[in-house]
Nanobody
């Protein structure tokens, strides 16, 4: 199995910045993509951004120009730099990895436990 551990959430004022980190570990043979999703109260979980193994990225329109995803020097680590935060960014942020475990024959989704980001106005 694959475990994802997130860190870096918290409370920040509108216009401020936060940086989230996610480290994947466990029985990892290969990772296709890593990314971040978020879920606000009463809403469905939505894609924030993902990064492919080759470095290609995709962002939700709502965060383009404000958020940046990057891979760390450490293997299987990904970061989310969030700038110019708005109250509507308030949500639980979940790290996601589409990965192939040793002994498995297909890529599956793995999820972190989530980290709360709260932006006050």
């Amino acid at each position: 199995q694959v475990q994802l551990v997130e860190s870096g959430g918290g409370l920040v004022q509108a216009g401020g910045s936060l940086r989230l980190s996610c480290a994947a570990s466990g029985s990892i043979f290969s990772i296709n993509t890593m990314g971040w999703y978020r879920q606000a109260p009463g809403k469905q979980r939505e894609l924030v951004t993902i990064i492919g193994s080759g470095g290609s990225t995709k962002y939700a329109d709502s965060v383009k120009g404000r958020f940046t995803i990057s891979r760390g020097n450490a293997e299987n680590t990904v970061y989310l730099q969030m700038n110019s935060l708005k109250p509507e960014d308030t949500a639980v942020y979940y790290c996601n990895a589409v990965a192939l475990s040793f002994g498995s024959t297909r890529f599956v989704d793995f999820w972190g436990q989530g980290t709360q980001v709260t932006v006050s106005s």
